[in-house]
Nanobody, 122 residues
């Protein structure tokens, strides 16, 4: 069993930055691939970024490339999402996710966090 708890959401003006954190607990959390999804009102939950258990091969949805950076610290059982140059369309609830599978997709997620709200004002 893995438990994920997000923090760091909030209200920010367009062009600003936020850093989301995800604290993971569980005996084998360091072997999971980790990622972030987001869900805006009326939309499906969508992939944002992912990173392998070894911290390699970060992957991003095209709309956040060059603005968001995913990282992890296995010693702290944590994964982070640094979000820069935020836009109003980034407004959503952001969810931390983990998977034992090779790819981070909604269908392959084993565990979800409870979500943290990010609101970007124009």
């Amino acid at each position: 069993q893995v438990q994920l708890v997000e923090s760091g959401g909030g209200l920010v003006q367009a062009g600003g930055s936020l850093r989301l954190s995800c604290a993971a607990s569980g005996r084998t959390v360091g072997t999971y691939n980790m990622g972030w999804f987001r869900q805006a009102p009326g939309n499906e939950r969508a992939f944002v970024a992912a990173i392998t258990w070894g911290g390699r091969s970060p992957d991003y949805v095209d709309s956040v490339k060059g603005r968001f950076t995913i990282s992890r610290d296995n010693a702290k059982n944590a994964v982070y999402l640094q979000m820069d140059s935020l836009k109003p369309e980034d407004t959503a609830v952001y969810y931390c996710a983990s998977t034992r599978g090779p790819t981070m997709r909604y269908e392959t997620v084993d565990y979800w966090g409870q979500g943290t709200q990010v609101t970007v004002s124009s």
